[in-house]
Nanobody
Framework: QVQLVESGGGLVQAGGSLRLSCAAS????????MGWFRQAPGKEREFVAAISRSGDSPYYLDSVKGRFSISRDNAKNTMTLQMNSLKPEDTALYYC???????????????????WGQGTQVTASS
């Protein structure tokens, strides 16, 4: 079973950039589609981006398209989320997640994911 650990969060000014990483243990990383979600205080967990097992067909939340980029390296068992032009509304706890499903549209739902990391805080100050 894959275990997930996020890193790379922090505090930046609006307009700045951060790069989140998700390190996966275990040999079966390539069997999972991967996603990023976020949760701000008092709000529900929200889909941010997802990527297929092979690394193609990325999916994004509309509000992050053109600013965020998801990628994965199956040889290194890692996934990243490059976040540029950060806005205060991007402030949240960011989670990486793994899903055995391959249906891209379905990967926008948190219920599609079986494994979760502990989260890393991203704060973009105005």
């Amino acid at each position: 079973q894959v275990q997930l650990v996020e890193s790379g969060g922090g505090l930046v000014q609006a307009g700045g950039s951060l790069r989140l990483s998700c390190a996966a243990s275990g040999r079966t990383f390539i069997n999972y589609s991967m996603g990023w979600f976020r949760q701000a205080p008092g709000k529900e967990r929200e889909f941010v981006a997802a990527i297929s097992r092979s690394g193609d067909s990325p999916y994004y939340l509309d509000s992050v398209k053109g600013r965020f980029s998801i990628s994965r390296d199956n040889a290194k068992n890692t996934m990243t989320l490059q976040m540029n032009s950060l806005k205060p509304e991007d402030t949240a706890l960011y989670y990486c997640a793994a899903s055995i499903l391959s249906n891209s549209p379905g990967l926008t739902s948190a219920s599609a994911y079986q494994l979760w990391g502990q989260g890393t805080q991203v704060t973009a100050s105005s």
